[in-house]
């Protein structure tokens, strides 16, 4: 399917997801020499962000040297696993009697985040896998309270192979909480797991300077190209492109309304381009009526609105003060211009959210980009 | 995986979604006798809204003799083609050069929507397979606008199997956007195609009597028990089942504050519980701090607010008043007293979007119910 029957009166119809491989390879290399001398990891959860988690270890494996992986459910890890030879996958979820097989499998290392699922853990260790402990310093979801802390036994606490925990709003530079979960971590590190290697920041605490990075930083959405420090531009390079065919294109009288529930009237005569997109491949309905997508006519950006609802296969966008458009030709949904932070703050969420629901979407024609 | 290792004290990491198909097969057949005596039509497009287009295509076949499919792509109707031998399948978005390979080895029926690609199809034709046509009522999307078809010539209009058209408000009983596109509908069908089988509802459509019926319905939401009628009660049984394990239960103590961003602060002690389940899920970032999951003690349904942000692969929940909640027991985050359209409303979006989301994601572990 990869070479198109092609003429000059071809018409398309499917979406396209481009994932620049290069480019995510730049970043994670970037972000390696921004926290050294600490250990980089790369955090491949929820399929790599959507991107495709086999696709992207692989080339951090190949390209990069990346030995140590992140992935939040068993599951994932065991579609990494045969990618990545003799890297350490850790499960951030942790294990429980739905994975356990996997576990054993592939040898994955489970993070164990309560002591529910540290009892789990001993009654069901697996030979050679040294558990990651995650203890809680101030977003008050998952890890070991300091009371739990207390109860571990000396040989609890030997058995694992790494502390971590995560911060909650390593995003604002200034933000008290990032000193006040440093604090914390550096006193149960000191309390309890002195010679044990920590882990606390993922890829906005790379930013926050020496002290935040211990000895590995899990290096996640901005390897995705997400800018995890928004006060300042961002230093990533873009990885994600999505486009979608133009399948009509048409006049719109005065007076006459757009998409379910009319909720856009014309005010005046309007074209209307209708792209073969929607909230089912990923684009947020909450872009009705404010999303903007962007046409490359003759070399020159021209952005046209959103005009509606976002149904599921559709948008419709107005694009009468563009010239040269024809059914056939592409718009771009995410380019370098408009990217997952522009498309995720248009549509009021953030980028994360975007790019977990784009890559899932099988009707997408996806393809990788790497030299 | 299906046979857990069971013990008094397992833990649980992967959210669980159930797929109904006893229930989809009575919507339909349900929805087939309110549209009687049209001819029923399953819209399985978008992976039948994510539920697993395969699985559900084939349940429909099979129980209750669905022999005419809508998807929206030809490589989602490839996905259902060795389920459904025989079957019409019919492809929304239409045909294309990156698609008219798919069309010719499944003998998929393309939705011709504009001049441009019906052009395409003259020049492509498959031989055996006759096109439906698309015409605009008053959606404003796809589909020949009135210029476009006194444009049609003789052997054109002869060439097609079906006219279709879609409502943009037939989910509000008394808007005069329905009333309007039937009339446009029905004129266009006297003028160029009174011999040619008429479609013009879909599940909302189906409500609104007779009139709207013609000769097929096609129907969707509905049979995925969504509320297409919301001025009443649903009369629909649900679909989805959505549940996700207690990963830990933890105190909060006066003054600290939960997840990124630190958007919940404790006004008074309080108990959390955190769930396996984030909008790497499904789960839309839009329900932090506002969305609500369930847990059944003891026979009781008991409800928990959600605190703070939904983060990628958690959410926090308050549980302070709940008592007899253990690590490893499972919250209900869509059941049958908290539907698909309920979580929709609080997220401030529609059902539609919801399944659409949950669905694709490879985490789950994924069960269908059929007898």
Known sequence: MSIFKKSAADVFTQPVLEVNLNRLIDNYKQLCQIIAPAKPSAVVKDDAYGLGAAMVAKALYEKADCRDFWVAHAVEGQKIAAEVPDANIRVLQGIGADSIELFEQYKLIPVISSPEMLNYWKAHKIEGV???IHVETGLNRLGFRENELAALSRSDIKSFSMVMSHLACADEKDHFMNQHQLDNFKKIREKYFADVPACLSASDGAFLGADYAFDMVRLGAAVYGINTAP?????MKNVVTVKAPILQ?????KGEFVGYSATYRAPT????AIISIGYGDGIPRSLSNVGRVFFNVGGKMCEARILGRVS???IICDVTSIEGLKVGMFADIINDIYTLDDIARDAGTISYEIVSRIGKNARFKKTYVLD
């Open 231 to 235: 006060y300042r531009p961002n230093q």
């Open 269 to 272: 005569q309007r074209k209307l």
């Open 130 to 132: 040294a558990p990651v």
């Open 249 to 253: 294109i048409a006049d719109l009288a």
């Open 312 to 314: 599921m296969d559709n």
